[in-house]
């Protein structure tokens, strides 16, 4: 447990030295490629996310779906056509992206990342700050300093992921 303490402070050392690229975000009309963080904390919830991935607001466009069941290892994860299922051997030891898939997120120049993550979780928060989205989105946290847009939601709605998503889709509309 100490060990796994230490590599996430390296990790979040390594974080701050990345520089954040500063691009102009694309009218929310013209929004082409879009992706997705979402963390799981049991397969119960994938109904939500399939619901999220059913929205209107992704038809014509390209979504990538990323999310970070937590199972045991000896679980297998779910197969689901647009979504990638990743888990602790995806990162290196210091909790950042490592694996082809997680890299491979990373480097998408997706027009909008919609970080959907109402808990803070370290290997999905690096991967959203490693994004090389033009616009990221999310929860209004202290730790967020990275997202463009921050949306902040009453302590009764706080854990409600579907909500956030809806959330970020009404101010996204109103700002662009």
Same mark, same amino acid.
């Given at each position: ?14 974080? $701050?030295?990345? $520089?954040?690229? @500063?691009?102009?975000?694309?009218? !929310? ?13 049991n ?6 996310? /399939?619901?999220?991935?059913? @929205?209107?607001?992704?038809e014509? +466009? ?10 045991? $290892? ?9 979504? #990638? ?6 990162? @290196?030891? @210091?909790?950042?992206?490592?694996? +082809?898939?997680?890299?491979? !997120? ?5 027009d909008?990342?919609?970080? /959907?993550? #109402? ?6 928060h690096a991967?959203?700050?490693m %994004? ?5 989105t999310?929860?209004?946290?202290? /730790?967020?300093?990275? /997202?463009?847009?921050?949306? +902040? ?6 854990? %409600? ?12 509309e109103k700002?662009?």
């Amino acid at each position: 447990m100490v060990l796994a303490s230490i590599r996430k402070i390296s990790g979040k050392n390594k974080l $701050k030295k990345l $520089k954040v690229k @500063n691009v102009s975000p694309v009218p !929310f009309l013209k929004i082409k490629t879009v992706g997705l963080i979402y963390y799981l904390k049991n397969k119960s919830e994938l109904k939500y996310l /399939l619901k999220i991935q059913k @929205n209107l607001f992704f038809e014509n +466009k390209e979504v990538q779906i990323i999310c970070w069941l937590k199972t045991t $290892k000896k679980k297998p994860q779910p197969h689901l056509e647009g979504i #990638t299922f990743i888990e602790r051997v995806d990162f @290196n030891s @210091n909790y950042l992206p490592g694996s +082809k898939a997680a890299r491979h !997120f990373c480097e998408q120049n997706f027009d909008l990342l919609m970080d /959907l993550n #109402t808990d803070y979780h370290f290997p999905l928060h690096a991967l959203a700050i490693m %994004s090389n989205a033009k616009l990221k989105t999310g929860i209004d946290h202290k /730790l967020n300093w990275h /997202l463009q847009v921050k949306i +902040k939601l009453n302590d009764a709605k706080h854990n %409600s992921s579907s909500y956030l998503f809806d959330q970020i889709l009404k101010y996204l509309e109103k700002l662009f």
